[in-house]
């Protein structure tokens, strides 16, 4: 089995020239393409695959996932996955509902759109300094971060540190200075999917997944801060549409994004299956071995999928 991940999935808007995203209709030819090569998994062979690790008949079937909520995901995603007969899974980060506003992660995505990438990482660098990145962490991230993106110059390195080395404490108010030093207003009311978008979406068999609260490199958190991240979030998606099955996403993925800490709590908060970010097929063994960690890999390894 294939799982793919999506994230942006829209149209192109001149208010973003760089912004990175899979256009709609690469979208739907993709679908084209692995409804013809490879075929969809089914919500009965997930359950079953969940339940005794039986693999659907035809090696090598395509789930699909969708992360951050995006508003997008309701405007073009979900007509398009109904209209196929379809099912996905979507992962939601609660901090925008309870708290409002946007993420730290969609605000740098918003700048890097918006605004040439060394031009955001000159700035960034001179207004960071040394005490706001913890000096221990720069050599385990160097290496495997943003390994699989394809990036404007200078993207990935502003992207590095603000989501890697720049320490959380600081962060929310440097993207602040940043966006008010190059007049860019963060204020998007409908970035993310609705609460009853979300519910929506839930009735009509579409799996809603937790992808914790703020979106953190959970790595970085301490087993309390991750066990908030994790139980806030399943609290709220609870309160606003049925969990048949509790299931989650590592923010970013990679095996640096989460840690044993993360697995024990998963475990311990009663979720099925988690998904992580690796480039090969879900096996049977996956679901011994790896169920808090499965394998998905990006749209962009697959025709079709690259961003405009
Ligand atoms: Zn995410």
């Not at 937790?210 to 959970?218: D, G, L, N, Q």
């Amino acid at each position: 089995m294939k799982v793919i991940m999506y994230h942006y999935v829209r149209r192109y808007t001149p208010r973003l020239p760089n912004f990175r995203f899979l256009d709609f209709d690469n979208f739907r030819k993709q679908l084209d393409f692995f409804g013809a090569k490879y075929g969809f998994v089914t919500l009965d062979e997930w359950c079953r695959y969940l339940s005794d690790g039986t693999m659907p008949n035809v090696p090598g079937k395509v789930l699909l996932t969708f992360d951050d909520a995006l508003s997008c995901h309701f405007r073009y995603v979900f007509p398009e996955l109904k209209s196929r007969g379809l099912w996905g899974m979507f992962y939601v980060p609660t901090l925008p509902y309870t708290e409002r506003g946007i993420l730290d992660v969609h605000r740098i995505h918003l700048l890097c759109g918006a605004f040439e990438g060394h031009r955001l990482l000159d700035y960034a660098v001179n207004i960071i300094s040394k005490e706001m990145i913890p000096e221990r962490k720069q050599q385990e991230f160097e290496t495997a971060t943003y390994a699989h993106q394809l990036n404007h110059e200078g993207v990935s390195q502003f992207k590095r540190l603000m989501n890697y080395f720049v320490d959380y404490e600081y962060r929310s108010q440097i993207l602040d200075a940043i966006g008010r030093r190059f007049g860019y207003s963060f204020e998007i009311p409908d970035f993310y999917m609705s609460v009853e978008q979300i519910s929506e979406m839930a009735d009509a068999s579409m799996i809603i997944g937790s992808h914790t609260r703020s979106h953190p490199v959970m790595s970085r958190l301490s087993a309390a801060e991750q066990s908030l991240e994790i139980g806030s979030s399943f609290d709220f998606l609870s309160s606003v549409c049925p969990l048949p099955v509790r299931t989650y996403c590592h923010p970013y993925g990679g095996f640096h994004s989460f840690n044993d800490n993360t697995i024990r709590l998963l475990n311990g908060f009663g979720v099925k299956f988690s998904f992580n970010v690796e480039s090969r097929e879900v096996s049977d063994r996956d679901r011994i071995h790896s169920i808090q960690y499965l394998p998905r890999f990006d749209c962009n390894e697959f025709q079709f999928g690259s961003a405009s």
